[in-house]
């Protein structure tokens, strides 16, 4: 059983770290959806009324907050998709450590299970031996070939045999 619950705990942990990724997938598409709003609003820096009330130095002056602005928000971005990116990777690398001791942890069942039925055969055919042998010297006694004193310690060397077997 140890066995099969470390395979149902790997599988767990495999449905969690694949969630995880997905997650960052979507933490992915979230940060470009934003990014491309906000891009969208800074485009319309020192264009509006503002603009056209205080003249070109007052827009040359939001334009330069502007650019400042997407300078700054390029570089958070690339730290987060760097972060994002690092995460995906640590995942993935953990998706596959998991599906590689799934794997095996399913392969060493199956062993144990081979093993299970082997010996679980070896049993079976011990105990049909056991019972063929006892039919024999029973046969043996009605037909006169042994005494009653004789069938008797045959009977208990042969059942003591299998008891220790």
């Known amino acids: ?14 449905r969690i770290a694949q969630d995880q990724l997905s997650q960052c997938t979507q933490e992915t598409q979230n940060l470009n959806q934003s990014i491309a ?8 820096y020192g264009n509006g009324l503002g603009g056209m009330l205080f003249g070109t130095k007052y827009r040359a002056l939001r334009h330069h907050e502007a650019t400042v602005l997407r300078a700054k928000l390029a570089q958070d971005v ?8 690092e995460r995906k990777q640590n995942l993935q690398s953990d998706i596959k ?32 031996s056991t019972v063929r042998q006892l039919s024999q010297l029973t046969k043996m006694y009605q037909d006169g070939l042994l005494s009653e004193v ?16």
């Open 78 to 85: 690339a730290e987060n998709k760097a972060n994002i990116l």
């Open 150 to 165: 004789e069938f008797s310690i045959a009977k208990r060397k042969l059942l003591m045999e299998d008891d220790f077997q």
């Open 1 to 14: 059983m140890e066995l099969q619950e470390k395979l149902v705990n790997l599988e767990n942990a495999l």
């Open 37 to 44: 709003e906000e891009r969208a609003r800074l485009q319309e």
């Open 97 to 128: 450590i998991l599906k590689e001791q799934m794997k095996q942890t399913k392969s060493l069942l199956k062993e144990q299970q081979k093993s299970r039925n082997k010996s679980s055969g070896a049993i079976r055919n011990q105990a049909k």
